[in-house]
């Protein structure tokens, strides 16, 4: 049997949990012995009866009931960084457990020597390659998913106008007109919610190629700077700009930018700031009572001056900083996040040998999911197996 422990979060605002009743039925089935800290999926509706049915066993969370973490191998987080810092218990874990979760891993050196101190091996879910192979363990498009569905909303929300087109007696009231920067999962969501909603819809990227899935929710495409040099992708993400071409299309939105209602700001880059799309002079020309929801304000935002978590209003227009919003859908956030990890985890178990074996991790150096998001390492006995591609 796999030793999978799912404690609770200590971040704060947190909400999702890493496993659900269901994909703790899932492991179940394919070998793995569950544990789950009393009171991990509460914040997200998932109660300590359902897991407990579901065949986990329940366990007391707090530093003082540590049996279930000296048996642990494997630890399934959401937010894995804060856990290292947060839960002193990490320190009881056998040498060579197996931490999955978000580790936050971009230039993060102290946190790979903390891991390393620990003798734990850690995966990062945000390095998992974006491949055909890995589509069912991908975290960040999940999320992503959801955080471009909840921006609209909250756009939606804090509008002074109606979104949907309608017809009264009083006379016709135009739809609104939303303006999304970034065709990435986040981005084409937000296109299809705010479609749902009645808005016309128009969509900046860097990337050409981003224009027939645009047109094919319905939206109307913006197409990016003639340059030379234009920014593509790699790994399924998109590449960093030049300032030259950012300054072009900060030109080109200007336009768009007059004519919004809302505005979803969706471009990251993997490690890097997020581009600097909307400057404030750009902010100005915009009608008073527009709204602007930045969610790539944690990593610097795409809009100047968005603060994460905080509404702020500047030349008159409501500047939404969207950051951490699949938290404000825990149920669905942690459904999704938890099958993801649970398919990874699947990928990482070895099929008994022969009858009567029982399973085991076996973590391939030469798998590209594993190679992709390996953070820190540490050879661990038996039975976590450890090698090359056979």
């Not at 320190?91 to 101190?117: D, F, T, Y």
């Not at 734990?120 to 955080?147: F, Y």
């Not at 109606?162 to 986040?186: K, S």
């Not at 979803?264 to 400057?279: E, K, M």
Request: charged share 20%.
């Amino acid at each position: 049997m796999v030793r999978v422990l799912v404690p609770r979060e200590c971040a704060p605002g947190e909400t999702r949990v890493a496993a659900t009743p269901e994909t703790v039925k899932r492991l179940s089935a394919r070998g793995c012995s569950l544990q789950v800290e009393r009171g991990a999926g509460l914040a997200s509706g998932y109660d300590d009866t359902a897991y407990g049915a579901a065949g986990a066993e329940l366990v007391e969370p707090g530093p003082g009931n540590l049996d279930h973490w000296r048996r642990a191998e494997v630890v399934l987080a959401v937010q894995a960084a804060a856990l290292v810092g947060g839960r002193p218990e990490l320190q009881s874990l056998p040498a060579g457990a197996l931490l999955l979760g978000l580790l936050e891993p971009h230039g993060n050196e102290a946190l790979k020597q903390q891991l390393q101190s620990l003798r734990l091996t850690g995966l990062a879910l945000e390095l998992l390659p974006r491949i055909s192979r890995a589509q069912a363990m991908d975290v960040l498009s999940s999320q992503a998913n959801i955080a471009g569905y909840k921006a609209v909303l909250l756009a939606a929300a804090a509008l002074d106008r109606y979104v949907p087109m309608l017809m009264t007696a009083a006379g016709t009231i135009q739809p609104a007109r939303a303006l999304i920067l970034g065709a990435g999962v986040a981005g084409l969501q937000a296109l299809a919610t705010a479609r749902r909603l009645g808005a016309v819809v128009y969509v900046s990227d860097v990337r050409a190629a981003a224009k027939e899935q645009v047109e094919s929710l319905g939206g109307r495409f913006i197409e990016p700077p003639q340059l030379e040099q234009k920014p593509g992708e790699t790994g399924g993400y998109a590449q960093q700009a030049s300032e030259a071409f950012l300054a072009e299309q900060r030109r080109q939105l200007g336009e768009q930018l007059a004519l919004a209602d809302m505005v979803i700001c969706t471009a990251q880059v993997p490690g890097r700031p997020a581009p600097r799309l909307i400057d404030d002079a750009m902010l100005q020309p915009m009608r008073p009572g527009s709204v602007v929801v930045d969610l790539a304000v944690a990593q610097g935002g795409n809009c100047e001056g968005t603060r994460p978590g905080e509404t702020v209003w500047r030349h008159g227009v409501q500047l939404i900083g969207g950051d951490a919003l699949p938290c404000s859908v825990a149920n669905h956030a942690s459904a999704l996040y938890a099958r993801n990890l649970a398919a990874l985890l699947e990928h990482l178990i070895a099929a008994p040998a022969g009858e009567g074996d029982a399973v085991a991790l076996r973590l391939d150096l030469d798998d590209p999911i594993v190679a992709g998001c390996l953070f820190s390492h540490h050879a661990s006995p038996a039975p976590v197996a450890v090698g090359g591609a056979a």
